[in-house]
């Protein structure tokens, strides 16, 4: 027997109080990537970042704002899917009795996993960017031809909030629904029901032209906004993030975990 | 240390647990006995805040498990030795809980050689492991915050005689060292052998509670645990 469980914690010299907020932000910003799946889906991430740019601007030339939107099509699809991961994998294989014995305050668990997902988002939105730069240049200088270096700061400010926006989005609906299989499967075929949607006569051409996440984050991404727009916009962010984060973390505090 | 105080827990139309009051007394190790579905592990998440009770209250060191601050310093629980994350190597489940409480990566290394699962078994995937190695796993994750007060949920399930062996020295050296541990569990020549005291639970009833000598009477704990349950039954049918 060896005494390296001893002594107990000495609680006159201890800080017992509440864990602090960054230390939950490190904790789940690890377990997005401890595991082998969550390993893999980040890397494929980042394989197809670079794939895909590189061969945009092997294919299309060097235009700057082309190659980093580029990224946005992976990022839209994927990043959303680690989000729904992250906070659905916790109630499949039910760790969420070890994650909310250890933070009773449960709200801090999805806060935490909110605030990682914005900077995820922009973390990887600045990678698209670091990626795009030197693609762009090493291009312009092979082909012999000028580089498009236009991108404003409007513009890359937009494109990141759309990838924050539908990221949250993804987080919002693994919450409501505490299921991977069915979230991913929804998020995943979303596009395709909004544009069954929009043929179904004018109810369902206005239904997604304000709801269709996709379509009223588009003139976000491209970095011009019309009032109408942003209208669009706060709406179906309403419907798809802010009710369904809602919701979803109510759930979440409210459940018996099981 | 460990109070339950009237408490009862209604799911739907079932009543899982009913008026269910005891005390664990710091220093002591209580086994929490019972049949599968007599309402241990819906009593103990109650305790530690991860399930409401209908009415009652639980506390744990004199305060609800919820108002303890960071509680992993104080209370170890271990509720469920199959609820890992199959993809997470044991050392990464233990590195998350030490992250959790602020405690040095040293910390993993001191509880995986005190379970036993140092070198190469603390570097494969949870998903392999065999039960008992999760159960050590587990224990350990408990012991990471060096608390006063253990929570255990059935924690010999799926141990090698030598496991249990383990289990029983450690639970009893804590004990020793003033520490309060509630477990529960359903092999009751265990629990004989390593509890001081036992409280007897079936249908979410408390139906007996007193030290092994007072329970068994001269008899062993499994026949008073039969007789017990069987009139349990008996009434509810």
Not at chain 2, 88 to 106: C, D, I, N, W, Y
């Amino acid at each position: 027997m060896t005494d390296t469980h001893l002594p107990v914690t000495d609680i006159t010299t201890t800080d017992l109080r509440r864990t602090p907020f960054h230390r939950l932000l490190c904790v789940e910003a690890r377990k997005l990537v401890d595991t082998r799946c969550g390993s893999i889906v980040a890397s494929i991430l980042l394989v197809l970042v670079l794939a895909s740019i590189v061969s945009r601007g092997v294919v299309f030339g060097p235009d700057l704002h082309t190659l980093v939107g580029t990224a946005g099509i992976g990022y839209g699809t994927l990043l959303p899917v680690l989000g729904i991961l992250s906070v659905t994998g916790e109630w499949v294989h039910r760790t969420a009795l070890t994650t909310y014995a250890l933070e009773p305050h449960r709200w801090r668990v999805p806060a935490a996993r909110c605030l990682l997902s914005l900077i995820v988002a922009v973390a990887a939105s600045l990678f698209a960017l670091l990626v795009a730069v030197p693609v762009t240049g090493v291009v312009a200088n092979v082909r012999n031809v000028p580089a498009t270096w236009e991108i404003t700061p409007f513009m890359l400010a937009g494109w990141t909030g759309t990838n924050v926006l539908l990221v949250v989005a993804g987080l919002a609906l693994g919450m409501l629904l505490l299921n991977a299989p069915a979230a991913i499967v929804i998020w995943l075929s979303a596009p395709v029901l909004w544009s069954v949607v929009k043929r179904l006569g004018a109810g369902g051409e206005v239904a997604a032209e304000w709801l269709d996440l996709n379509s009223t984050t588009s003139p976000l991404a491209a970095g011009d906004m019309t009032g109408g727009d942003a209208a669009r916009l706060a709406v179906s962010t309403i419907f798809w993030i802010v009710v369904p984060l809602t919701v979803g973390a109510l759930r979440v505090i409210r459940k018996d975990v099981n | 240390m460990i109070e339950f105080s009237h408490v009862s827990k209604v799911y739907r139309n079932v009543k899982a647990l009913d008026d269910v009051s005891f005390t664990v007394e710091a220093g002591s190790i209580t086994g929490f006995v019972g049949p599968n579905g007599a309402g241990k592990s819906t009593a103990l998440r109650i305790l530690v805040g991860l399930a409401r009770p209908t009415t009652g209250t639980a506390t744990v060191l004199g305060r609800p498990y919820t108002e303890l601050g960071c509680p992993g310093l104080q209370v170890g629980t271990l509720l469920d030795a199959g609820a890992q994350h199959p993809g997470r190597t044991g050392r990464e489940v233990l590195t998350l809980g030490a992250m959790m409480l602020g405690l040095p990566k040293s910390r993993v290394d001191e509880i995986l050689d005190l379970v036993g699962l140092s070198g190469g078994e603390s570097r494969r995937a949870v998903g392999g492991y065999s039960l008992g190695m999760r159960q050590r796993l587990g224990v350990g994750h408990a012991l990471l915050g060096r608390p006063r007060v253990l929570v255990l949920d059935e924690p010999a399930n799926g141990l090698d005689p030598q496991g249990i062996q383990w289990m029983r020295g450690l639970l009893r050296d804590l004990a020793d060292l003033g520490s309060t541990v509630l477990l529960s569990t359903h092999l009751l020549h265990e629990v004989e052998q390593v509890a001081d005291h036992i409280v007897m639970i079936g249908r979410g009833r408390v139906l007996a509670r007193g030290t092994v000598g007072e329970l068994g009477r001269g008899r062993s704990l499994e026949q008073t645990f039969l007789e017990l349950t069987a009139d349990a039954d008996r009434s509810a049918a």
